[in-house]
């Protein structure tokens, strides 16, 4: 089981600040053809909401294939950009396809997701971190800030005309 989880965690991409999973690794996961997977969600559309499934652009696309590193011949052959699936999407689908392998496939696909989650949640106190960083960092702004402001007027000074002297010389008449 740990091995699936493995695998389903690898067809777990970030697109959009989403984590989601293509249409094609969820078709091979449920053991359905892909036309027939997108056929059953476009019977079904209403259940797939934009914050449940969308298609990526051509830009998402071509930078995904280049992050996959299975092999062309498993990806190859599109015709058009892939769909993709939130959790919430990948959750849907498994009231559209109605089998026991989408089902135990979907528990594993959820669970996964589930630890992604558990794995993000743990890691709070980089979150911490970050904001006594940023705390620091205003605090060096502002402390700099008045220097920087006392360099800024020193330089605007010499800049400025230098106050007139009186001329020395023979032609300090003219």
Same mark, same amino acid.
Request: glycine share 6%; charged share 25%.
């Given at each position: ?18 984590? *989601?999973?293509? =249409? ?26 934009? =914050?449940?499934?969308?298609?990526? !652009?051509? =830009?998402?696309? =071509? ?5 996959? *590193? ?55 106190? !980089? ?37 007139? !002297? ?9």
């Amino acid at each position: 089981m740990a091995n699936k989880l493995s695998q389903i965690q690898n067809m777990i991409y970030e697109i959009r600040g989403q984590k *989601v999973m293509l =249409d094609s690794d969820l078709a091979g996961l449920y053991g359905v053809e892909l036309k027939v997977m997108n056929q059953a969600v476009k019977r079904n559309i209403g259940r797939f909401p934009f =914050d449940f499934m969308f298609q990526i !652009t051509n =830009d998402e696309w =071509d930078s995904l294939r280049s992050q996959i *590193v299975t092999s062309k011949n498993n990806r190859g052959g599109r015709r058009y950009v892939p769909y993709v699936f939130t959790e919430q999407g990948v959750s849907m689908l498994s009231s559209v396809i109605n089998s026991e392998r989408a089902i135990e496939v979907n528990i594993n696909i959820m669970r996964t997701f589930v630890k992604l989650r558990q794995y993000v949640l743990s890691k709070g106190d !980089t979150t911490e971190q970050i904001a006594e960083l940023r705390k620091l960092l205003m605090l060096y702004i502002e402390k700099n800030d008045k220097r920087v402001n006392e360099i800024i007027i020193a330089l605007n000074n010499l800049i400025a005309q230098p106050p007139k !002297t009186k001329k020395i010389g023979f032609n300090a008449g003219n």
